[in-house]
């Protein structure tokens, strides 16, 4: 059950890996965006400096101050403990894209932006609308039969995998293979766990990929892993690791941030029932909605690991040459500073500059279609189910516990 506590109550927060913040993260947000804009407290592996204000994330997010090469920044260290000898294919995750600055950085995006450009996306449009109405036939009749669905395991879910596997041209034949790696990585990073998909599950997706990699060399087709395949053929200086770790950013930043968005979307929706009667009565207001999805709890609230460059002085705490900062991304966007009313979900808010996909060079490559496979999943689902309801009450549903996401284990509805 998710608590809420008046935040003059809160003394330092415990543990930021502990279900006690994730279970109120948003009243301790408040308290430290009001007692300690600059943070320093446990998250992931150590120590780190937490930045929770809007203005301060959106500035230096994008701030050359500010790096994410911790193999290149002095005196950092890296996310996980240094007695955990890492793989090589958990170096790769560590260091894809999202992690890298430039001119690295510019090199990969460019190769791989030609998959998500609204062009190629848009191709995707007819597939998806065609998928969400072959889940939602299924989770229909299951709803009927049982009397309740879980909609994230019966519709949100297969939305992102199906995409995923389509873009990187894997076969019906080896999906299960591919899927239980997708799953055993997406489900890896909370607790100890991390050890295992490290050490574990990771060399064994890694090994997949690189044997697909070899089968699309000799069998080309019209896929994005084709298309890296041949841009690094073409001359560009993209080598086997880096496109594993592609594939690897794909299937973490395509299929965790849609998944949450489509069910926090729903969620948000149903414990707002004037929003969702506003949305029927003007469906146009879909993408005004998702941005508020997006803002009121985002899927991914905090971005990815930087470090300093050199000491930053910030509100009077100087952040060290080489220490960790992570950006609170759902804390900024909650900032009333920026959003006025901020605890309020409201589907028609504008201005709407929420940092739910990031901001700057490393912003979200994929949110152009996160965006549109929760469009088409969100329009389907309303039009069809016009008596859409919870099967349980708001407080049994819980959170995953996964760092750095606000995702939820099931989301037990009625469809009809």
């Not at 414990?271 to 508020?292: C, D, M, V, Y």
């Not at 060290?320 to 950006?327: C, E, I, L, N, W």
């Not at 920026?338 to 490559?365: M, Q, W, Y």
Request: net charge neutral.
């Amino acid at each position: 059950m998710i608590t809420t506590q008046s935040p003059k109550k809160l003394r330092l927060p415990p543990d930021l890996t502990s279900k006690e913040f994730a279970n109120n993260k948003y009243e301790y947000y408040k308290w430290m965006r009001q007692e300690a804009p600059v943070f320093r407290g446990k998250f992931f592996a150590g120590e780190s400096y937490l930045l929770t204000r809007y203005e301060d994330c959106a500035a230096l997010l994008k701030d050359p101050r500010i790096g994410r090469d911790n193999r290149k920044i002095a005196g950092s260290k890296p996310p996980f403990p240094s007695f955990i000898p890492l793989p090589n294919s958990a170096e790769l995750m560590m260091h894809s894209m999202i992690g890298t600055d430039e001119p690295d950085h510019k090199r990969l995006r460019s190769l791989v932006h030609q998959a998500f450009t609204r062009k190629s996306l848009a191709q995707l449009s007819a597939r998806i609308e065609q998928l969400t109405n072959e889940l939602l036939d299924k989770a229909e009749a299951k709803s009927k039969t049982e009397g309740w669905v879980d909609l994230k395991e019966a519709y949100a879910q297969p939305i992102p995998v199906t995409v995923i596997q389509e873009m990187v041209g894997v076969s019906d034949e080896d999906m299960p293979r591919f899927y239980e790696g997708i799953q055993a990585i997406i489900k890896g990073f909370s607790g100890w766990r991390v050890i295992r998909t490290m050490l574990w599950d990771m060399p064994r997706l890694s090994k997949f990929v690189r044997q697909l990699i070899n089968c699309k060399r000799g069998n080309p087709s019209n896929d994005m892993l084709t298309g890296l395949i041949q841009a690094e053929e073409e001359g560009e200086t993209l080598d086997e690791d880096e496109i594993v770790s592609m594939v690897f950013l794909i299937i973490t930043a395509g299929f965790e941030t849609t998944v949450h968005l489509i069910i926090n979307g729903v969620l948000a929706l149903l414990k707002h029932p004037e929003q969702l009667k506003k949305l029927r009565a003007n469906p146009e207001l879909i993408e005004s909605a998702i941005e508020e999805m997006l803002r009121f709890n985002s899927p991914v609230q905090t971005a990815e690991i930087t470090y300093a460059r050199e000491d930053i002085l910030l509100h009077g705490v100087t952040i060290p040459k080489g220490a960790s900062v992570f950006f609170f991304i759902g804390a900024a966007n909650h900032d009333p500073d920026v959003f006025e009313n901020p605890e309020i979900f409201d589907i028609e808010r504008f201005p709407n500059k929420h940092l739910g996909f990031g901001t700057g060079i490393h912003s979200c490559l994929g949110a152009t279609l996160a965006r549109m496979e929760t469009k088409i999943a969100l329009t389907n689902l309303l039009k069809r189910n016009p008596n859409l309801r919870l099967a349980v009450d708001p407080s049994e549903l819980k959170l995953q516990g996964i760092q750095g996401f606000h995702s939820y284990k099931s989301l037990p509805v009625v469809l009809g």
